[in-house]
């Protein structure tokens, strides 16, 4: 049974810095990874999508790789803004039936 | 530019009553689904729809009910609501079901 995994369960850093969060899955055969994002109180918005083979995919700040035969996926925030504040979730989907299998999420602080 | 609306946003139901979550979708997606989510864990998928007419059961669905009548509209029903049905449901769409999953605001849920 696939698990995921994602450690810490809650990061705070200053304003400016560069971040890696990471996402651990127990199971290899996925079809994709992807990394989204909660705000408080808001449902989850898609930040980006991995295939099963590629091995990283980017959007402006943010950089997510895929090490699909050690289990593993890392999301890079550079530059972290105030704004970046949120919980940040993975999921991956499997191969049979494309069914998400998530982890319980970062809550992620960047204080100005 | 809607997206996914879920109905309502808060509810109080007490033990043993029923009631049922809207979820409508103006995206003509094909593939809705349904998902609990509870502190500390990741989200779990309650039911999901590849197409009008076509449901199938996800990773907790014993006391929920869903259909798909037609492509915007998935609904999910609380035949007897329990305690443990206290969560926030999320709706999700995408146009396959391998693809990013747009998402609804949620249903805070409470059963005293």
């Known amino acids: 049974k696939q698990e995921v995994t994602q450690i810490p369960a809650a990061l705070s850093v200053p304003e400016g810095e560069n971040l890696v969060l990471n996402c651990s899955f127990t199971?290899?055969?996925?079809?994709?990874l992807q990394w989204f994002r909660q705000d408080p109180g808001k449902g989850l918005t898609s930040l980006l999508l991995i295939q099963s083979s590629q091995r990283e995919q980017t959007s402006g700040r943010l950089n997510a790789s895929l090490d699909k035969s050690s289990g593993r996926s890392t999301l890079y925030i550079a530059a972290s803004q105030p704004g970046d504040s949120a919980t940040y979730l993975c999921a991956v989907s499997g191969v049979r039936n494309y069914q998400l299998i998530w982890g319980a999420g970062t809550k992620l602080i960047i204080k100005p | 530019n809607a997206g996914v609306t879920q109905t309502p946003k808060f509810q109080v139901l007490k033990t043993g009553q029923s009631m049922t979550l809207q979820c409508a979708q103006d995206?003509?997606?094909?593939?809705m689904s349904w998902y609990r989510q509870d502190p500390g864990m990741g989200l779990r998928l309650i039911h999901y729809?590849?197409?009008?007419?076509?449901?199938d059961q996800g990773e907790v669905p014993n006391g929920y009910n869903v259909s798909r009548s037609t492509t915007e509209d998935f609904p999910l029903r609380l035949l007897s609501a329990a305690p443990s049905q206290t969560s926030v449901y999320f709706c999700?769409?995408?146009?396959?079901?391998?693809?990013?999953?747009?998402f609804g605001d949620g249903t805070r849920l409470s059963i005293l």
């Open positions: 199971d290899s055969a996925i079809y994709n």
């Open positions: 729809s590849v197409g009008a007419g076509i449901t």
């Open positions: 999700a769409s995408s146009p396959q079901g391998a693809q990013p999953q747009h």
């Open positions: 995206m003509n997606h094909e593939y």
